[in-house]
């Protein structure tokens, strides 16, 4: 048959009989649908067009070094049948602008000299084939599938250089463009394959695997932006053979398990991988360049197993996604070197979270565990910190702000350490336990609104400052170095160093609870003029107060007072310990004009009478100096 062309005014033919030789086109240029129902040799070059509605052919289909077109959704129906491109020469078939092609399996390129070479392109354009469709079958076949331009190959399974000595190639390529598999698709099974996924084509299987059997070569690249391989299960790389996985600039390749052979590499450069769990066996080599890779799975990821190694870095570029916890054991560290690290909870036993620069709470979810986070650590507002079979290091030394976390801190009944080159930045809410110790070298600031609760005898060492909310209901909160701040207090407090009430004048409240000045404590109060608070320092609400210290005054500011005046100093209901003229010292006033012997009892010091004018000019002249040294002093607690 030379070819067959339908007028334009011709009906709807049904044309059948024995196997037809075709050596030229079949045109349709008719307004029917055309059907063809007999065996077919291609025995030229040739296309078949359906033109405007369509060409139906049915039976098998022999391609004899030839290359046939398809297009105009002209549709080959072979589904009892397989096809050969390529079965011992050069044959080729595209498939276009709505052709569909179905064939029960489907083989390019069989044997020695068979090269079959297949294009599916457009969208509206597909290949379905029931069972396997292999792109280079047995020993010296040469295959070829190219995917393209929205067009779509279905497929029970797929080989890409299916039997030893066959070679095979794949490409998927264009937005739209898809190869779906319901169950495996193999890429360098026995032969050597290679599958292209780019500019955003995508192919789905159940399982991947590449190199699989032995003498197997495949490689699979994923690479432009939204590019995919998606495995519902497994994808194995290097199983028998050898077998190379590139995901690349925005590609994406995603699995449930990824398993890497001894001969098998993932590069990841700039695209994506996701997988629930990955196996690396012996020889097996993970290369990450640069890209994002996503753990997802129930368990979460461990540095030191899977894809992570015992000293995991992210360099610039890199980021780890950790959908669930991502968990940092004794002797294993995570390096932040300019990348990223997304968990949804992090737990430290004994490891290290390393930083060049911050480490982002908002990032790694709730920590909680021992070790260290080795680096300046931020963020985290409605985040928390917790310290759990073992002490907690965090915080960078030699960075400013060092330590200014947002959310919440429980130091529970272990030590956590504040690193920062000033003043460590408590959160929200900070928590200690019975023995609890929170500390810090360059001391910690507990800002306006926050609070530090505590429950037990619990310490504080480093020099505080509270602007605040200080309490607790049990036990003991000891604060070992020097104390400043206009923030409150509750329960029972213990100072060991220097209190300063407020930055300069303050009245702080106790709000009902107990307060101890100890032995080599010193309680520094100015007093600038007569109004409380305003211009003198005041300590109230307290229940108990003990006073084994140092009772310092200091009158500065030009303030002299006047003969009767009196200064309520402390408002408490019992006094125990000692406030009299041994414990007591004054600068910038004659001490010898007041009067202490209610502080015990009411907490008040009074003036008995107004100084000589003589003295004035002596006492005026040391006030500049006391005011300085006051406020050198004030700073330096605050630094």
Do not use: C
């Amino acid at each position: 048959m030379s070819g067959i062309t339908f007028a334009s005014g011709a009906g709807a033919y049904n044309i059948g009989g024995n196997t037809i030789t075709s050596t030229g086109d079949i045109i349709n240029n008719s307004s029917r649908v055309q059907k063809l129902y007999a065996p077919t040799i291609v025995n030229a070059n040739q296309t078949w067009d359906g033109g405007a509605e369509g060409l139906n052919v049915y039976g098998a289909i022999t391609l004899r070094g030839y290359g046939l077109t398809l297009t105009n959704k002209t549709n080959l129906n072979n589904t009892a049948f397989n096809v050969n491109i390529g079965s011992s020469n050069a044959a080729s078939l595209i498939v276009q602008n709505a052709s569909v092609v179905n064939t029960a399996s489907a083989f390019l390129g069989t044997n020695t000299g068979g090269v079959g070479n297949v294009t599916v392109t457009g969208a509206g354009s597909q290949w379905k084939s029931s069972s396997n469709l292999i792109v280079g079958n047995n020993a010296k076949g040469i295959g070829t599938l190219n995917v393209e331009n929205a067009a779509v190959v279905n497929s029970a399974q797929g080989y890409v250089g299916h039997s030893g000595g066959s070679t095979g190639s794949a490409k998927v390529t264009g937005a739209g463009s898809q190869w779906k598999t319901t169950s495996t698709l193999y890429v360098g099974n026995s032969g050597n394959g290679t599958l292209d996924v780019e500019n955003g084509g995508v192919v789905n299987s159940l399982i991947g695997a590449i190199g699989f059997s032995t003498g197997g070569v495949g490689t699979a690249t994923v690479t432009g932006a939204g590019s995919q391989w998606n495995n519902s299960t497994t994808i194995s790389v290097g199983s028998s053979g050898t077998g190379t996985l590139n995901i690349s600039n925005s590609g994406t390749v995603t699995t449930s398990e990824l398993s890497v052979g001894n001969k098998g590499r993932v590069n990841l450069d700039g695209g994506t991988l996701q997988t629930s769990s990955a196996i690396l066996k012996t020889g097996s080599v993970f290369n990450w360049l640069k890209g994002t890779l996503n753990l997802t799975g129930a368990g979460g990821a461990s540095v030191g197993t899977g894809l992570l190694g015992s000293t995991t870095t992210l360099d610039s570029g890199q980021t780890l996604n950790v959908t669930n916890t991502l968990t940092v054991g004794s002797g294993k560290e995570l390096v932040l070197n300019g990348g990223q690290v997304n968990a949804n909870a992090t737990t430290l036993t004994n490891g290290i979270i390393r930083s060049t620069g911050t480490i982002d709470v908002s990032r790694t979810g709730n920590i909680t565990g021992s070790g260290s986070l080795d680096g300046a650590v931020t963020g985290g507002a409605g985040k928390t910190i917790t310290a759990s079979g073992g002490n907690l290091n965090l915080g960078n030394v030699a960075s400013t702000n060092g330590y200014a976390f947002a959310g919440n801190l429980v130091v529970g009944s272990r030590q956590v350490d504040l690193l920062s080159a000033n003043q460590a930045q408590l959160g929200t809410d900070t928590f200690l336990s019975r023995s609890g110790k929170l500390k810090a070298v360059n001391g910690i600031n507990l800002g306006a609104g926050n609070t530090l609760t505590y429950l037990g005898d619990s310490t504080v060492e480093g020099n505080f400052t509270n602007n605040g909310s200080v309490g607790g209901n049990e036990g003991t909160l000891n604060f070992l170095n020097d104390v400043n701040g206009a923030g409150s207090y509750a329960g029972n407090v213990a100072f060991k160093a220097a209190f300063n009430p407020g930055s300069s004048l303050a009245a702080v409240s106790f709000n009902g609870g107990n307060v101890s000045f100890e032995s080599g404590s010193v309680l520094n109060m100015e007093i600038f003029g007569s109004t409380p608070g305003a211009q003198y320092d005041q300590l109230v609400n307290i229940n108990t107060l003990t006073f084994n210290g140092t009772l310092n005054l200091v009158f500065s500011n030009g303030y002299v007072p006047l003969a009767g005046s009196s200064f309520a100093l402390f408002g408490f209901n019992t006094f125990n310990g000692s406030l009299t003229q041994d414990n007591i010292t004054v600068t910038g006033y004659d001490r010898s004009r007041l009067d202490f012997s209610q502080l015990a009892t009411n907490g008040s010091v009074s003036v008995t009478a107004v100084p000589e004018p003589e003295t004035y000019a002596m006492l005026l002249a040391g006030l500049g100096l006391m005011g300085a040294i006051v406020r050198r002093r004030r700073a330096s607690l605050s630094a």
